[in-house]
Every structure is written in structure tokens, then in C-alpha cells.
């Protein structure tokens, strides 16, 4: 599993032209699945990643996590994460999980999201969607 997680001021996430997702001061999360993850890695990622101090405090000091400054969650299911370009100029996606699976994973990882931060929005698993976002630094963290 790979998260790229953004800092954000604000995001959001529209499919076919409709808004789905928006928040303002939090993580806009890309969240990619790979054929052998489980729940436990899921929860091992949730866990790092509302517990990461990337908000400055009072001081300026990158101090602060996500609940601490009452940070919300868009949370986008992206198999390209795992695109696979060694080979020629085209990806291949062999190393993103099948659908079945990952959506599993994108629904349970956004439900235990939600048990740690009151506001936790989301794309449409599969479809085509337009993401926005202002990135607060820039600031971006990759977990897997």
C-alpha cells in the first residue's frame, strides 16, 4: 500500500462535473493498493499518518499533527501508484491489486479514517476524477 499524502489548505475531487469531496485545511491522500496488502497494513498506515507532525505549531516549528490542528481527510483511491515503467515508454499496472480487493482496502482504510478524524471526505473508486487542490508548503510524504 502507498499513500502520498499532500498538505493541504484546501482540495477537492469532481466527477463528472459534480463535487464528491472537498475539505480545507488537512491531507488530500492518494492511495494506492498492491495485490498483497491486508487490513493490518491499512491500519499500520492510518495509524502514521494521523499521528505525522507536519503542521507548524506556535512557533513555526513543524510540530503538529493532523489532529491537533483539527485537519480533515480527502481521501483518492489511485492505482497508478503502482505503475510499473521499466519496460518501454508505456506503464504497466501488474503490481496494482484487482478491483475487488482495493476497493475493499480504499473503503476500509477510509472507514478507519474516520474513527481517528471528524472529517474524512472521498473520490468515486474507479471512475474518472478531477482533483484540485492548493499544497500548504508544497509539502508531500510518501508512506508504504
Same mark, same amino acid.
Given at each position: ?11 477537492s475531487v469532481t466527477v463528472d @462535473?459534480? +463535487? ?9 491522500? $492518494? =492511495?494506492? !493498493? ?5 487490513? *493490518?497494513?491499512?491500519?499500520?498506515i492510518v495509524k502514521k499518518m ?9 512557533? @513555526?516549528? +513543524? ?9 480533515? $481527510? =480527502?481521501? !483518492? ?5 503502482? *505503475? ?13 491489486a484487482k478491483p475487488e480487493l ?16 471528524? !472529517? ?25
Amino acid at each position: 500500500m502507498k499513500a502520498v499524502i499532500q498538505r493541504v489548505s484546501s482540495a477537492s475531487v469532481t466527477v463528472d @462535473g459534480e +463535487i464528491v469531496g472537498q475539505i480545507q485545511k488537512g491531507y488530500l491522500v $492518494l =492511495l494506492g !493498493v498492491t495485490h498483497d496488502d491486508t487490513r *493490518a497494513e491499512a491500519d499500520r498506515i492510518v495509524k502514521k499518518m494521523v499521528n505525522l507532525r507536519i503542521f507548524s505549531d506556535e512557533n @513555526g516549528k +513543524i510540530n503538529l499533527s493532523l489532529k491537533d490542528v483539527d485537519g480533515s $481527510l =480527502l481521501i !483518492v483511491s489511485q492505482f497508478t501508484l503502482y *505503475a510499473d515503467t521499466r519496460h518501454g515508454n508505456r506503464p504497466g499496472f501488474t503490481f496494482a491489486a484487482k478491483p475487488e480487493l482495493a476497493e475493499e482496502l480504499y473503503e476500509y482504510f477510509i472507514a478507519k479514517c474516520r474513527e481517528q478524524i471528524p !472529517v474524512v471526505e472521498h473520490g468515486t473508486f474507479g471512475a474518472h476524477m478531477d482533483v484540485a487542490l492548493t499544497n500548504d508548503g508544497p509539502f508531500t510524504i510518501i508512506l508504504e
